[in-house]
């Protein structure tokens, strides 16, 4: 036997001692029982996890199709108004024309004061008659 199996001949080993100390005191029951707890709680947080993030595609499908469904009314509308805005402005133009045909001196006379009318409002500020 070697001198140090000799001086711990007889005498437990510390580690052994430590087992012994652990074991009487509950600790292992108890150490067990944590496990158990922290597995469960791991297993509720994952479990939440996946709802809510179950819950947040369903969301986004909900958003994608509300929206999907928001331009295509939106884009109808737009439809629906240009047509009735270009038939409603063919019409206007055809009358134009009637009126233009059946009262030429008229339309002429009515152009002149146009552009009179816009020749006073879009001339320069401070610019008078004896100027030029």
Not at 67 to 74: D, H, K, L, M, V
């Amino acid at each position: 036997m070697s001198e140090e199996e000799k001086s711990t001949e007889g005498k437990v080993h510390p580690f052994e001692r430590a087992r012994e100390v652990f074991r009487k005191s509950g600790a292992a029951e108890k150490l067990d029982g944590v496990k158990a707890r922290v597995s469960g709680v791991a297993e509720e947080v994952g479990q939440r996890y996946d709802d809510v993030a179950k819950g947040v595609k369903e969301g986004a499908g909900r958003a994608r199709e509300t929206a999907r469904q928001g331009y295509e009314s939106t884009a109808e509308t737009v439809r629906r108004g240009y047509h009735r805005a270009r038939g409603d402005m063919g019409g206007a133009l055809s009358d134009l024309s009637d009126f233009v045909r059946e009262n030429p001196a008229r339309s002429v006379a009515i152009a002149a004061g146009i552009g009179f009318a816009l020749g006073l409002i879009l001339r320069p500020r401070g610019m008078d008659d004896d100027d030029e």
